[in-house]
């Protein structure tokens, strides 16, 4: 694995909208895939690991979607709250390594 | 609640200094971790230790090392800090079932502490 690239960097959206980020990884030596949220002055809490091609998982109103074929994973989020507020972190294990990509930064407005 | 505690929150050091990052962890996790995170920039693999007294290089080990003498313990040693060390680090563990390809690709969720803002001055 050489690059995990995660878009769009920054998302400025009003509250109650929905809205989606992508990770995309190259699909060769594929292993897992984390989603991490981490507020500002917390720790990263993991969101979702998932491992097998078509997996969906979802915790309230975030969900996320695998496609290891094409490489990359969406994470929704359905009626964003000023509470989700953080940087939405992406990590693809496989062949030797687990990286990171360098986040989402969501900002939700009351 | 389950927890991976770092020693501080935010540290100011001067260049030359030796520098001691600390983190416990009470969840008897196999494997720990440090990484460093800039802006624009990924989670970076400093170090990673996979059982007391046992160590792996991460992607950006020079200038670094690290010591695990307990399993819930796992230090980062900077030797001579410099001002391209001022980072936000932050310390993992995670648990080890045995069943990962590789040392390094797991499938378990990694449990963070909240980081420790350095800056080298």
């Given at each position: 694995i050489l690059n995990v690239e995660q878009s769009p960097q920054s998302l400025h959206?009003?509250?109650?909208?929905?809205?989606?980020?992508?990770?995309?990884?190259p699909s060769s030596n594929f292993y897992a895939l984390h989603w991490y949220r981490w507020?500002?002055?917390?720790?990263?809490?993991?969101?979702?690991?998932?491992?097998?091609?078509?997996?969906?998982?979802?915790?309230g109103r975030i969900s996320a979607t695998l496609n290891t074929k094409?490489?990359?994973?969406?994470?929704?989020?359905k009626g964003s709250q000023p509470e989700d507020s953080a940087t939405y972190l992406c990590a693809v294990s496989g062949g030797f390594k687990t990286i990171f990509g360098a986040g989402t930064r969501l900002f939700v407005k009351a | 609640d389950v927890k991976v505690t770092q020693s501080?929150?935010?540290?100011?050091?001067?260049?030359?200094e030796k520098v001691f990052l600390e983190c416990v962890q009470d969840m008897d996790h196999e494997n720990m971790f440090w990484y460093r995170q800039d802006p624009?920039?990924?989670l970076r693999l400093i170090y990673?230790?996979?059982d007391v007294?046992?160590?792996?290089?991460?992607?950006?080990p020079e200038g670094y090392s690290v010591s695990r003498e307990k399993k819930e313990r796992f230090s980062l040693i900077l030797e001579s800090a410099s001002t391209n060390q001022t980072s936000m680090y932050l310390c993992?563990?995670?648990f080890d079932p045995g069943t990962s390809p590789t040392l390094f690709a797991t499938n378990e969720k990694l449990f963070f502490g909240s980081g420790t803002q350095l800056s080298v001055l």
């Open positions: 959206v009003q509250e109650g909208d929905s809205t989606n980020f992508t990770c995309s990884f507020e500002t002055a917390k720790s990263p809490e993991a969101l979702f690991v998932m491992t097998l091609n078509g997996d969906e998982k979802k915790k094409e490489g990359y994973s969406y994470l929704y989020i | 501080s929150r935010y540290l100011v050091k001067r260049t030359g624009g920039l990924g990673f230790s996979y007294k046992m160590k792996e290089k991460g992607d950006i993992a563990s995670s």
